[in-house]
Antibody, heavy 119, light 108 residues
Framework: QVQVVESGGGVVQPGGSLRLSCAAS????????MHWLRQAPGKGLEWVAH????????WYADSVKGRFIISRDNLKNKLDLQVNSLRPEDTAVYYC????????????WGQGTVVTVSS | EIVLTQFPGTLSLPPGERVTLSCRAS???????LNWYQHKPGQAPRLLVY???SRATGIPDRFSGSGSGTDFTLTISRLEPEDFAVYYC?????????FGQGTKLEIK
């Protein structure tokens, strides 16, 4: 069964950092692009970052550029998101998703991990 | 960047009804990269339709997508109780991915 499971969320003060992780099973991430997305409380879905299957290219939403870093470990079959300089508006459920190749879609998604930025 | 606008924002309908959800792009969108998702509270979002009109694996055939250019629709032919959720359209262009703001489908 193809699935992804996120971990690493928590409560952090403004300006703080966290490292989110995504463990993949049922497929080998080395042949797929991977993404992070998020949903803030009461808001819609927002794409956050993408990394190419080989790690050679990384894209970020303007809202997180310069603060978040996406990385992958193909040997461990996992994806990370280092989130730095956190702001209250970064409070959200963070989802990991596999790239649905050729269509710019996301499938499957994980259940998410909650990040709360608050003093 | 293409902006996606979904309407209506909220729909209240009884089970058994046919419903069409709309997604309008701010400029012509490549339909290959227009996708639809279903999201229920506390669950992972689920890909329903990709490439504007192709159903994802395991999605019932009561769900169908269509459209081109700037106007796209998701139709549910006969609402089942499990279909009440928030639906999002999404588009990919260049190095960015955008979502509409969502349509909430409520049980009446």
């Amino acid at each position: 069964q193809v699935q992804v499971v996120e971990s690493g969320g928590g409560v952090v003060q403004p300006g703080g950092s966290l490292r989110l992780s995504c463990a993949a099973s049922g497929f080998t991430i080395s042949t797929y692009g991977m993404h992070w997305l998020r949903q803030a409380p009461g808001k819609g879905l927002e794409w956050v970052a993408h990394v190419r299957y080989d790690g050679s290219e990384k894209w970020y939403a303007d809202s997180v550029k310069g603060r978040f870093i996406i990385s992958r470990d193909n040997l461990k079959n996992k994806l990370d998101l280092q989130v730095n300089s956190l702001r209250p508006e970064d409070t959200a459920v963070y989802y990991c998703a596999k790239d649905f190749h050729g269509y710019g879609a996301f499938d499957p998604w994980g259940q998410g991990t909650v990040v709360t930025v608050s003093s | 960047e293409i902006v996606l606008t979904q309407f209506p924002g909220t729909l209240s309908l009884p089970p058994g009804e046919r419903v069409t959800l709309s997604c309008r792009a701010s400029q012509i969108a490549n339909s290959i990269f227009l996708n639809w998702y279903q999201h229920k509270p506390g669950q992972a979002p689920r890909l329903l339709v990709y490439g504007a009109s192709s159903r994802a694996t395991g999605i019932p055939d009561r769900f169908s997508g269509s459209g081109s250019g700037t106007d796209f629709t998701l139709t549910i032919s006969r609402l089942e109780p499990e279909d009440f959720a928030v639906y999002y359209c999404q588009h990919h262009s260049g190095s960015t991915y955008t979502f509409g703001q969502g349509t909430k489908l409520e049980i009446k």
